[in-house]
């Protein structure tokens, strides 16, 4: 059964910096890609970042590339979404999300992933 859990989510400080956790059970992150979104309050859901096995970490734009960074654990089926200098403007749930058929990065679309974690909150607040 394919699953992803996120983890890592809490309430911190702007400026402050945060690693967001997405394990992956039922199938193995050196052969599929996936993919942080986030969701602001009445807000659409938006990428962020698209971890690939056989691909460097890819990002939705240059905003987000300066101060979010994607990485994966092979050895712990995991990958990361690193955010530095938090703002309250990232204030959302972070998702991630897999196609489980390509492991390189092709889409922001949220209807071409058919597999999504719970997503973990972070809120950026002084």
């Known amino acids: 059964q394919v699953q992803l859990v996120e983890s890592g989510g809490g309430l911190v400080q702007p400026g402050e910096s945060l690693t967001l956790s997405c394990e992956a059970k039922g199938f193995s992150v050196d052969y599929y890609s996936i993919v942080w979104f986030r969701q602001a309050p009445g807000k659409e859901r938006e990428g962020v970042s698209c971890?690939?096995?056989?691909?460097?970490?890819?990002y939705k734009s240059d905003t987000i590339r300066g101060r979010f960074r994607g990485s994966i654990d092979k050895t712990k089926n995991t990958v990361y979404l690193q955010i530095n200098n938090l703002k309250p403007e990232d204030t959302a749930t972070y998702l991630c999300?897999?196609?489980?058929?390509?492991?390189?990065?092709?889409?922001?679309?949220?209807?071409?992933?058919?597999?999504w974690g719970q997503g973990t909150q972070v809120t950026v607040a002084a």
């Open positions: 999300a897999t196609d489980r058929r390509t492991s390189g990065c092709r889409s922001w679309n949220t209807n071409d992933f058919g597999y």
């Open positions: 971890i690939s096995p056989v691909e460097r970490p890819s």
